[in-house]
């Protein structure tokens, strides 16, 4: 690593470095793992080179389709370059089956098809544990305006529909997951583009014949076997070989707290 780049901000499972060129930032994925706001920490040696390589081949398609994202391109198997874009601060997850805390709040088994898919808000602040909150609080509070809303939801949307689709094809059914987005200015120009990252880490994922969990809650659950479900996702989505089993994917749990 290149101790003499400056370092934005660290993040409990990426660091933030200033980019080589004005505008950019280079996101490094890390190995720790964390859940309930931090409260359960471990080190899962290859997860972050897993989730920056399934996240630049899930972002790439969402461009390729013409949604805009801060993704420009990886630069090795842990660190990509992004453009600098000011994060909205929201969390802001779509569910198409119960699970999680939709289920224990609701009481709604999991597992359980939804209705239709639905779109949560959760107000991105780790000292009061992400809380959930509405549309009116987003606007009456100025996180973000109607007009943004509107852009953010449909993008959510859109990109339920086409996660969901590509995961249908290699038998994983998507569950939920969380996006986050930004404002990139360009010129006189500002426009919301996706942000942060998509992998296993912030999505639900389960095999379609078996319900087998191949994401985090591995590790919330305590279940083990995350690199191997990760790795799983990664075959099939073809970002790595079905015969790679090289060091840096090998399972090892580092440290344990
Ligand atoms: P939840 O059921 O715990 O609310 O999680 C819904 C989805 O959002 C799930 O796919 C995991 C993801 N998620 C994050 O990415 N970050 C978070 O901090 C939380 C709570 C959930």
Redesign the pocket.
Known sequence: MNNKRTRIYEGKAKILYEGPEPGTVVVHFKDDATAFNAEKKAVIDGKGVLNQRISEFLFTKINDMGLPTHFLRSLNMREQLVREVEIIPL?V?VRNIA????SKRLGIEEGKQLPRSIIELYYKNDSLG?PMVTEEHVTAFGWATPQEMDDIVHMSIRINDFLSGLFLGIGIKLV???LEFGRFYENDMMRIVLADEISP????LWDIKTNDKLD?DRFRRDMGGLVEAYQEVARRLGIIQANETTERFKPKLVKSD
């Open positions: 969390e997850v699970a999680g805390s939709l992400d939920d997951f969380k880490d912030n999505c639900r985090k």
